[in-house]
């Protein structure tokens, strides 16, 4: 089995900032890529950024210059920091890892149970 907890969540002024964590843990051979996701009230769940386990980066338009992912793959943990918070930033966070269980085994996708970030105006 494996568990992937996210932390770090909570309520900011806008124009704050905020570092969430993220911790996959159980029988892992590997984890591919981790990535951050959120769903704000009334909308799909969304890309926010990801990072391989080369350290390669990919930023959803909205949070590029603003937010930074970083990875410590001896942890298995996903950092997001998040500065310059906005309104809009307002959601659920939700962390994935993709995770070989054995070599040469296909990748699961793990999810967290989600962290909510609230930013006031």
């Known amino acids: 089995q494996v568990q992937v907890v996210e932390s770090g969540g909570g309520l900011v002024q806008a124009g704050g900032s905020l570092r969430l964590s993220c911790a996959a843990s159980g029988s892992i051979f590997n984890i591919n890529a981790m990535g951050w996701y959120r769903q704000a009230p009334g909308k799909q769940r969304e890309l926010v950024t990801d990072i391989t386990s080369g350290g390669n980066t990919n930023y959803a338009d909205s949070v590029k210059g603003r937010f930074t992912i970083s990875r410590d793959n001896a942890k298995n943990t996903v950092y997001l920091q998040m500065n310059s918070l906005k309104p809009e930033d307002t959601a659920v966070y939700f962390c994935?890892?993709?995770?070989?269980?054995?070599?040469?085994?296909?990748?699961?996708?793990?999810w967290g149970q989600g962290t909510q970030v609230t930013v006031s105006s």
């Open positions: 994935r890892a993709d995770v070989q269980l054995r070599p040469g085994s296909v990748t699961y996708h793990y």
